[in-house]
């Protein structure tokens, strides 16, 4: 059974830094286009970034995050990453990971239109 499960999430202050996890099991996680969306109360969920299965230069982020946010991965160890700088009150949210199995080794996407597996979500509270 294909699980994502994400970590990392927590109190920080504005300003301050996190750094969100994704592991991934029962998948071959070379073959999936990987990402971040997030839902804060009240709101639609929202793209965040998302990464292509090979990693490397192909990203693609929200401008929201543009330029606070990393997204990275290990395939080595089937492990995808966020790290969160700069953190603002409205960054406040459940994160979620999803993955979107692909052909392209350079496919990135920036809806969650067709991804194949969620995780529950990590929350992540920015305080003022």
């Known amino acids: 059974q294909v699980q994502l499960v994400e970590s990392g999430g927590g109190l920080v202050q504005t300003g301050g830094s996190l750094t969100l996890s994704c592991a991934a099991s029962?998948?071959?996680?070379?073959?999936?286009?990987m990402g971040w969306f997030r839902q804060a109360p009240g709101k639609d969920r929202e793209f965040v970034g998302s990464?292509?299965?090979?990693?490397?230069?192909?990203?693609l982020y929200a401008d929201s995050v543009k330029g606070r946010f990393t997204i990275s991965r290990d395939n080595t160890k089937n492990t995808l990453y966020l790290q969160m700088n700069s953190l603002k009150t409205e960054d406040t949210a459940v994160y979620s990971c999803?993955?979107?199995?692909?052909?392209?080794?350079?496919?990135?996407?920036?809806?969650?239109?067709?991804?194949?597996?969620w995780g529950k979500g990590t929350l992540v509270t920015v305080s003022s």
């Open positions: 999803a993955a979107d199995w692909t052909k392209s080794d350079r496919w990135v996407f920036n809806s969650d239109y067709g991804m194949d597996y």
């Open positions: 029962s998948l071959t996680f070379s073959n999936y286009a």
């Open positions: 990464i292509s299965r090979s990693g490397g230069v192909d990203t």
